[in-house]
């Protein structure tokens, strides 16, 4: 903490907590509430059951946070994959040339995701590149939606390597194709898991270029507690949502451990 006295300290922490309940904390609560609630009585909800619980886990729930589960493991390793690949080599270009790939990868955040996903179906619904339709024009536009995050990440922590490593080894007559692999790879394992963390994240909670390109043996998760909501069923979507988040958390804690091991390597 910036600060070193004892009242200075409660102040933050009191100025923290009354943003952090009301913005954060609360709204989350009132959904975890609602999803044991029967009904709506006041400010908040009442009566107590698991009964949408057992629907969220079960049937067109559970396939839908399967779909969402597989769809989110696709888009992360492959924008991860590209996000990566696309850093190595702007990582050698000029200055200028390296701004431009910047600008390439972060346009699809520069404009919101549902122009993003009508984009993706105009392209891809004719062929030779025919994928309305198909589970495949999701995982296009998911991973399209986080790969600028990947590429970031990755162009950020090779900006902090310390070339002293790859001088050795290169020196020591490695070749690239090594250098790489066992050299810089390896010391980005961290940023990279904490890209594949973020853009799975992401992805789990996708939900308006989806809404245009999902067909109907492929509906994730978010489109199912929105359309709950929608027909309003507010505890049932309430429900889905908590397992949404839970799943999500879950994915995040894995992926934090492996990223906590590959730090201490």
């Known amino acids: 903490m910036l600060v070193h006295s004892r009242g200075a300290r409660w102040a933050v922490w009191a100025l923290f907590l009354v943003l952090f309940l009301p913005l954060f904390a609360l709204p989350l609560l009132v959904v975890l509430g609602a999803s044991f ?9 009442s009566g107590f059951t698991t009964g949408h619980y057992a629907t969220a886990t079960r049937g067109e729930a559970l396939q839908a946070l399967t779909t969402s589960l597989a769809t989110a493991t696709a888009a992360s390793v ?36 549902v122009v993003v996903g009508l984009a993706i179906l ?14 495949w024009i999701v995982i296009l536009a998911h991973t ?23 001088q050795a080894a290169a020196s020591l007559g490695a070749r690239p194709a090594y250098v790489l692999w066992r050299v810089r790879l390896p010391l980005l394992l961290p940023s990279l898991t904490a890209a594949a963390g973020l853009c799975f994240a992401l992805s789990m909670g996708e939900l308006s270029a989806t809404m245009m390109l999902y067909p109907p043996d492929w509906t994730p998760l978010p489109v199912l507690i929105h359309a709950a909501t929608d027909r309003g069923a ?13 799943a999500t958390l879950l994915a995040l804690f894995a992926v934090s451990r492996v990223r906590t091991k590959a730090s201490y390597r």
Do not use: C, H, I
């Open 144 to 166: 399209v939606l986080v790969t600028a995050f990947s590429y970031q990440s990755v162009s950020a922590a090779l900006t902090r390597l310390d070339p002293a490593y790859e």
């Open 37 to 45: 609630a029967t009904n709506w009585s006041g400010v908040l909800p």
């Open 234 to 246: 507010l505890f049932a979507g309430s429900a889905l949502a908590v397992v949404l988040m839970a």
């Open 122 to 135: 105009v392209a891809f619904s004719e062929p030779p590149f025919l994928l309305n339709g198909t589970r």
């Open 78 to 113: 492959l924008a991860l994959v590209a996000g990566t690949w696309a850093a190595l080599a702007a990582a050698a270009l000029k200055k200028r040339q390296r701004q431009l790939m910047d600008a390439l990868f972060v346009l699809p955040l520069a404009v919101p995701s």
